[in-house]
């Protein structure tokens, strides 16, 4: 156990070098392996919409989406910065994640742009975890199909 407390200390000692040598580049993409270990002490941002989410997600991840989809397209949410500080503070470790990696990025550049210290994004999003294999996902129930109404009024008698 002393060498799982050591190596997690040592990813997380590289990720804050990283973040002083980079200190250009807003955004630090963090492979499935990696973020496996650091899970433990952060919060899993999961950015993409409701509807994705409820067909899977990380157990305990917090769902605030980036985006949402509209007759006119894809928006961005404009109360996700607000939200996400609702739940978690500036100082926290954030693993933000969405299908593929690509919304969560933005979403990382707008928390940085906040202030946020400790943000990471999940290179490869959802579909790199599932892959990976390693994290237990929490799929939906299955439910059962809704009968229509004269089903419905047919099964009375």
Request: with cysteine.
């Amino acid at each position: 156990m002393k060498y799982w407390r050591n190596n997690i200390a040592q990813l997380e000692n590289s990720m804050e070098e990283t973040l002083k040598i980079s200190s250009w580049s807003k955004t630090i993409t963090l492979d499935a392996f990696t973020a496996k270990y650091l899970l433990s002490g952060s919060s899993y941002i999961d950015v993409r919409t409701k509807e994705e989410f409820n067909n899977g997600h990380l157990e305990n991840a917090l769902n605030i989406p980036y985006m949402f989809y509209t007759k006119k397209g894809w928006v961005k949410n404009p109360k996700f910065v607000d939200k996400v500080l609702a739940v978690s503070g500036k100082e926290d470790r954030l693993i933000v994640g969405c299908q593929d990696g690509a919304r969560s990025e933005h979403a990382c550049n707008d928390l940085r742009d906040a202030e946020f210290r400790h943000v990471s994004n999940m290179g490869g999003g959802y579909s790199a975890l599932v892959a990976n294999g390693s994290y237990v996902i929490t799929k939906p129930e299955p439910t059962k199909p809704k009968l229509s109404f004269i089903a419905r009024i047919c099964r009375l008698f």
